[in-house]
């Protein structure tokens, strides 16, 4: 089935440690991004890819790195997660930038502790 | 700065009809978006508007009013699967998505 897959679903992990959320498309989009999700919160963007081999700063992004060596895929890493990170992050991916349309992955519950 | 703004909550029976509204104010504009997100879930598109006027898709609508920054979702003959978050977004100038904190609809028997 066509789509966005995200991994791990759920993790809890120690401040200071280092993480990186996987998420991989097989719908040939160029467009992909990373959103948290906070209680009370709109979905912020933490960072995106128009296309494989850039990437840009969304709202939040200090904290968070990614990369986007091609198409399908495009990871998250928290270099030293601190309890603030604690969120539910979701990836998602557009045919292109100018697209609204957004498909979404089912989400990375992440409890920093 | 830019902004979103969406009730918190909203209850409503079920068969009934409800409206979600959403104000916003951006720099530029290039669309409007609604999603909806059950619990636990990802988000799922809905709807697009870009000009002014109603766009119907089954038993819900979506309205757009450029000049007034305003957008109503109407979902008709609701059902209890309704229950869900609703979320607004815009697309700015720089064609990034700005999003409002959603709006929690409860439906009851």
């Known amino acids: 089935i066509a789509g966005i897959t995200q991994a791990p679903t759920s993790q809890i992990l120690a401040a200071g440690r280092r993480m990186t959320l996987r998420c991989t498309q097989d719908?040939?989009?160029?467009?992909m991004y990373w959103y948290r999700q906070d209680l009370g919160l709109g979905l912020r963007l933490i960072h995106y890819s128009n296309t494989a081999g850039t990437t840009g700063k969304g709202e939040v992004p200090d904290g968070y790195s990614v990369s986007r060596a091609n198409t399908d895929d495009f990871p998250l890493t928290l270099a030293s997660a601190v309890p603030s990170q604690t969120s539910v992050y979701f990836c998602?991916?557009?045919?292109?930038?100018?697209?609204?349309?957004?498909?979404f992955g089912e989400g990375s519950r992440l409890t920093v502790l | 700065g830019q902004n979103i703004d969406q009730p918190t909550e909203m209850t409503a029976t079920e068969g009934a009809i409800v409206q979600i509204n959403c104000t916003y104010q951006t720099s530029g504009f290039n669309g409007l978006f609604w999603y909806q997100q059950h619990a636990g879930e990802a988000p799922t598109f809905l709807s697009y508007n870009v000009l002014d006027g109603l766009e119907e898709k089954g038993r819900f609508s979506s309205f757009l009013s450029r000049s007034k920054g305003y957008s109503y979702l109407l979902l008709k003959e609701l059902q209890m699967k309704d229950s869900a978050s609703y979320l607004c977004a815009v697309k700015d100038s720089n064609y990034q998505l700005i999003w409002g904190a959603g709006t929690k609809l409860i439906i009851k028997p």
């Open positions: 719908m040939r989009h160029n467009a």
């Open positions: 998602a991916s557009s045919a292109d930038s100018d697209t609204g349309e957004l498909f």
